[in-house]
Each structure stands twice: as structure tokens, then as C-alpha cells.
């Protein structure tokens, strides 16, 4: 199975400013076909999760553009440009190129 | 828009079985395949499987083979998925989720369904 490694697993920010989540794959997630299927999923408290971004560095439908992806075969980033107070929540990335896997989760808070 | 609905919480013994519902609406049940998950009481994901809800085919992961069945109604357009000899440790929130083949992400949640094993 494709270990996916984040961190951090927490991460305190002030509001207005950025963050950045990491996410590590035990093994490429370069599919057969050519795509990267690496997605980021935030889940708020009490909520189910919620997609934003696809394929790396595709955001979702109705995901604020403060939000972006980024990264290459093992090595991916999730960027916040600014963080506003609805964007706590835990952070997941997941592969889905070889079975489905998820991330420990990154618990992001206000300072 | 999209939406997917689960049944309601569950409480049950150990060693009972528990099945749950899916029931999509907004789109074409039989387009698109349906993910079940779990998540524990403040742990993170775990993928459990899929179903095709066009041809019934189905994938499950490792760890629950033999003990999880998803099944799918086409004629009221909902998916199931049943876990049997139930211990302690899955107590979760099982969650339905579609996961369009293009993309490969899971773009619509359902609320999620609780379901407490407690003797």
C-alpha cells in the first residue's frame, strides 16, 4: 500500500497570513495513464469532508482561490494564501492512483 | 446539486451486523462508483471499498474482506454497505462518497452515519 506522510500535524497561523501543508508518498503517484492523482480534502469540525483541489493543482468547484496545490511525484503541497478563520478544519491528502490512501491529517488552528 | 444521503445512527453489540445507506441524489446513480469510509472517534480516513453502481462489481480493501459487503439498488438509486461481526473497534462514522473516474477525487460527501458497537 502507498504510505501518505504530512506534516505538519498541527499547524497554529495567524489570521491574514499563509500556510503550507506537505504531503509525502512512499511511492510515485504518477499513474499509468499519465495523470497524478493526488487531491486534498479539508473537513471541518463536525462536518464531512470536502474536496478542493484535484490532480495536484486543480481546485474545486466553488474552493476560494486562496487555496492551491502544487508538487510533483512524491512531494505535494497544499497553500493557503491567506488564511481566514473558516478554513480551520484538519487537512487531508489523499492518493487514489494506486487503491485509495489518505494522509494522517493536519490539524490547522488559529494562533 | 449533488447530495448524498445516509441513513441514521446505529448502536449495536458485538459480533451484530449493521448496514448502511446511501442514497444520492442530483445526478445519475448508475454513472458513477461509490466509496465507502470510516473514520474512528478523532482518527483520521480509512478507505473500505468500492461498488459500481452500474454493474454491482465491487473492491474491497484488505483489512475488511469477508467482513464487508457493498451492494446497490438501481430501482430507488441507493448504495449499502453491511459490516458484519462487529467488535468494539468499529465504532466510526462510516461515510458514502462518489468518486468520479476522471478525476479520481472524492467531489460529494455524504454526512456521514455513526455507528457505536458497545456491548
Known amino acids: 500500500d502507498i504510505v501518505m506522510t504530512q506534516t505538519p500535524l498541527s499547524s497554529p497561523v495567524t489570521l491574514g497570513q499563509p500556510a503550507s501543508i506537505s504531503c509525502r508518498s512512499s511511492?510515485?503517484?504518477?499513474?499509468?495513464?499519465?495523470?497524478?492523482?493526488l487531491s486534498w480534502l479539508q473537513q471541518r469540525p463536525g462536518q464531512p469532508p470536502r474536496l478542493l483541489i484535484y490532480?495536484?493543482?486543480n481546485r474545486f468547484s466553488g474552493v476560494p482561490d486562496r487555496f492551491s496545490g502544487s508538487g510533483a511525484g512524491t512531494d505535494f503541497t497544499l497553500k493557503i494564501s491567506r488564511v481566514e478563520a473558516e478554513d480551520v478544519g484538519v487537512y487531508y491528502c489523499?492518493?487514489?492512483?494506486?487503491?485509495?490512501?489518505f494522509g494522517q491529517g493536519t490539524q490547522l488552528e488559529i494562533k | 446539486q449533488v447530495q448524498l444521503v445516509q441513513s441514521g445512527a446505529e448502536v449495536k453489540k458485538p459480533g451484530a451486523s449493521v448496514k448502511v445507506s446511501c442514497k444520492p441524489s442530483?445526478?445519475?446513480?448508475?454513472?458513477?462508483?461509490m466509496h465507502w469510509m470510516r473514520q474512528a472517534p478523532g482518527e483520521g480516513l480509512e478507505w473500505m471499498g468500492w461498488?459500481?453502481?452500474?454493474?454491482?462489481?465491487?473492491n474491497y480493501a484488505q483489512k475488511f474482506q469477508g467482513r464487508v459487503t457493498m451492494t446497490r439498488d438501481t430501482s430507488i438509486s441507493t448504495a449499502y454497505m453491511e459490516l458484519t461481526e462487529l467488535r468494539s473497534d468499529d465504532t466510526a462514522v462510516y461515510y458514502c462518497?462518489?468518486?468520479?473516474?476522471?478525476?479520481?477525487?472524492?467531489?460529494?460527501w455524504g454526512q456521514g452515519t455513526l455507528v457505536t458497537v458497545s456491548s
Open positions: 462518497a462518489r468518486n468520479p473516474a476522471a478525476i479520481r477525487a472524492f467531489d460529494c
Open positions: 442530483g445526478y445519475t446513480f448508475t454513472d458513477y462508483y
Open positions: 461498488i459500481n453502481s452500474n454493474s454491482g462489481g465491487t
Open positions: 511511492q510515485s503517484l504518477v499513474h499509468s495513464d499519465g495523470n497524478t492523482y
Open positions: 490532480k495536484i493543482s
Open positions: 489523499t492518493q487514489a492512483t494506486q487503491s485509495y490512501t
